[in-house]
């Protein structure tokens, strides 16, 4: 199985929902800031977004979302205002896009084993 988005405003949506949903499990405490920081928000994504030249709102979000764990050890009664600061930029960002059109392509890929 794969997920993966193609073009630009794909790839941004893409990404402003998947980070949409790790900050509601960190938010519900499903997920660890640490778990969420090696899973999705680590340099690695933001390295990648810098490299497309995505569009700075989402760079600023994803970038507020790699340092989550920090923020978890070093200010903890912070969490929850940080994570929603993130959820209102990426609120945004989905906002700026274009709607996407019927024909746009699929981001789950199941290929057969």
């Given amino acids: 199985m794969t997920l993966q988005a193609s073009g630009l405003e ?3 949506r893409f990404v402003a ?3 949409l949903g ?3 499990a ?3 405490g499903s997920i660890a800031p640490a778990g969420a920081c090696s899973r999705l928000f680590g340099p690695a994504l933001l390295s990648r977004l810098e490299a497309m030249e995505v569009p700075p ?3 600023h979000a994803i970038h507020l979302a790699t340092e989550l764990e920090d ?3 070093l200010a903890p009664e912070a969490l929850s205002a940080s994570i929603a600061e993130i959820e209102a930029k990426l609120h945004q960002v989905l906002a700026s896009l274009s709607s996407p059109s019927s024909d746009a392509a699929k981001w789950l890929n199941i290929t057969p084993a």
């Fill in 17 to 19: 929902v998947t980070a």
């Fill in 71 to 73: 923020v978890a050890q």
């Fill in 22 to 24: 790790m900050c509601r």
């Fill in 10 to 12: 794909e790839v941004q």
């Fill in 57 to 59: 709102e989402l760079r």
């Fill in 26 to 28: 960190l938010m519900l």
